[in-house]
């Protein structure tokens, strides 16, 4: 089955920094790639996404890379802010008929510093 | 749109007791919805996928005896944990994808369970 790993687990910035979370999978069918973030004690939200036939997608701070034959995506957040503090996850699924399982990563702790 | 709800958002009960859990799609249909189960500091593990009108798929090393799904309705599923012990505490979640055959799934607002 598909393996999703995800570094760093933890990462620390100072408010207006950049930051960036890679993971790398494993099942080269994989074909869609959500990242989500996690408040504590709250549901995962989902702030972005990618498909395999895109290698690239933004929405304002938020951006995600693909490079499906290397099999890494990262999450690129700019201008951070102490909001943005929180678990982030990512995954991969591979859909087709019917309905697809993700896979999440172990997850990274994002820690912005005012 | 594609507001997924849950009930009780925590609940704590005795050893050997069984805890029912409800995951609702608000907005939409849903034919399959996942429950996954989440340690403290740790990631999302999806246990069993639920299917409107037929039985849930388990992940492997998932008891079926002891988590029950139901998906009854199209908006409705449920996890009852049976004989619940307290390795059992965790936080469930369910999630459900609005459109059939398509990946983006919306997640629930999670149960925290504790078993004493």
């Known amino acids: 089955g598909e393996n999703v790993e995800q570094h760093p687990s933890t990462l620390s910035v100072q408010e207006g920094d950049s930051a960036v979370i890679k993971c790398t999978y494993s099942?080269?069918?994989?074909?869609?790639f959500p990242w989500y973030k996690q408040e504590l004690g709250k549901r995962p939200q989902l702030i972005i996404d990618?498909?395999?036939?895109?290698g690239e997608k933004k929405d304002q701070r938020i951006a995600v890379t693909l490079n499906k034959t290397a099999k890494h995506f990262s999450l690129h957040i700019t201008e951070t802010q102490p909001e943005d503090s929180a678990v982030y996850f990512c995954?991969?699924?591979?859909?087709?008929?019917?309905?697809?399982?993700?896979?999440f990563g172990k997850g990274t702790m994002l820690l912005v510093s005012p | 749109g594609a507001v997924v709800s849950q009930h009780p958002s925590w609940v704590i009960c005795k050893s050997g007791t069984s805890v029912k859990i409800e995951c609702r799609s608000l907005d939409f249909q849903a034919t399959t919805m996942f429950w996954y189960r989440q340690f403290p500091k740790q990631s999302l593990m999806l246990m069993a996928t639920s299917n409107e009108g037929s039985k849930a798929t388990y992940e492997q090393g998932v008891e079926k005896d002891k988590f029950l799904i139901n998906h009854a309705s199209l908006t409705l599923s449920t996890l009852t944990v049976t004989s619940a012990h307290p390795e059992d505490s965790s936080f469930y979640i369910c999630?459900?994808?609005?459109?059939?055959?398509?990946?983006?799934?919306?997640f629930g607002p999670g149960t925290r369970l504790t078993v004493l």
């Open positions: 995954a991969a699924s591979k859909s087709g008929s019917g309905y697809s399982t993700l896979t």
């Open positions: 990618i498909r395999s036939n895109v």
């Open positions: 099942d080269s069918a994989s074909n869609y």
């Open positions: 999630s459900a994808s609005p459109h059939p055959g398509t990946d983006t799934q919306y």
